[in-house]
């Protein structure tokens, strides 16, 4: 008896999804990795049942399907994801966040795929209004999905009965099926993802804080002073999110003090030092040289001294320099300042 040929065609009998059963066999029987997670449910169910349904396939079936598979595979020269959800997903990152929220609305689409990893992804500033406003049965299963830093930062941030209530709450999702926690996760993906796009990354606290911390002390008062009188809320926000050479007693460790010094340039550590008497600073000064060696502040008054009084322009500059400096070390993680109360 011969041997079977494989390049017969196929069994014209064998339907499309047939075809397509024998060869996802055929490839887990070879140990591939098929993302058939990624299909549309309705394909994942009508495969498995095909699957199931099916029995034995003779050599020649085999290679005739095989064959007719692999010719078209050649045959296709580009693939482009379906529809307008499945271009989204394949341009996430490389079109503007508005362009890709206006076409989503306009299409009426959502996010495909499990929205678990990009929730986990999520600051805890960016959770903490969800975590919230949802229920406390909800909460529970989106800080057992978090890792356990991120859950951790969360509870801090909620009232202490909240997050005993959470806490607790999480101790009861044990009986939680997957198909409740994929509906959670797909429903808080949806909140997450109507939220507007937002013109600027920081709010108008930090914004106003940046800016009055590189302008000179007289404008930094006076606009101060215009937004008390404006809205005092407002203006008390952007007062704590100053810095300036002003709150070096109060926003720096003293432990602090000898790192940032070696980071700052003498002569204008000199100057400001000078002349921090001229304007109201000397407890600054003062703590800036009570905290670093004995050898070193002595240093730094002999030069104080033999400088004199330097002119308020150059200790304007000076103290800017320094405290743009430990700025730069807050931003790079090089220094964490002291929160006020």
Do not use: H
């Amino acid at each position: 008896m011969g041997l079977p040929d494989l390049n017969s065609p196929a069994p014209a009998n064998l339907t499309r999804r047939a075809k397509a059963a024998i060869v996802v066999r055929l490839l887990l029987n070879e140990g591939a990795d098929i993302p058939l997670e990624d299909l549309p449910e309705d394909l994942q169910a009508q495969l498995t049942q095909q699957m199931g349904s099916m029995r034995f396939v003779d050599r020649a079936t085999l290679g005739a399907v095989i064959d007719e598979f692999a010719q078209e595979l050649d045959g296709i020269g580009l693939s482009f994801p379906g529809g307008i959800a499945g271009a989204l997903e394949a341009l996430d990152g490389r079109i503007s966040p508005q362009t890709a929220a206006r076409l989503r609305n306009e299409a009426g689409v959502k996010r495909q795929g499990d929205p678990w990893p990009r929730l986990c992804e999520m600051g805890a500033q960016k959770l903490l209004p969800v975590l919230q406003s949802e229920s406390t049965e909800v909460a529970a299963v989106l800080l057992s999905k978090l890792s356990v830093p991120r859950a951790a930062e969360l509870l801090g941030l909620l009232p202490g009965p909240q997050a005993r209530k959470i806490t607790y709450a999480v101790s009861q999702t044990g009986a939680v099926t997957p198909a409740a926690v994929d509906r959670i996760g797909l429903s808080l993906a949806a909140q997450l993802d109507a939220e507007p796009i937002r013109a600027f990354d920081n709010d108008p606290v930090q914004r106003v804080g940046a800016i009055l911390n590189s302008t000179t002390s007289v404008t930094r008062d006076d606009v101060l002073e215009g937004l008390e009188q404006t809205d005092q809320g407002f203006a008390d926000l952007v007062r704590k999110a100053i810095f300036t050479f002003a709150n070096i007693p109060q926003r720096i460790a003293p432990r602090d003090i000898a790192r940032i010094v070696r980071e700052i340039d003498q002569k204008q550590l000199v100057v400001a030092l000078a002349g921090a008497g001229q304007n109201n600073l000397q407890p600054s000064a003062d703590f800036i040289l009570e905290n670093m060696s004995g050898r070193m502040a002595d240093q730094l008054r002999e030069e104080m001294a033999e400088l004199g009084t330097p002119k308020p322009a150059d200790v304007e500059g000076a103290m800017s320099q320094i405290v743009s400096r430990i700025r730069e070390m807050e931003a790079n993680g090089d220094l964490l300042l002291v929160e006020e109360e």
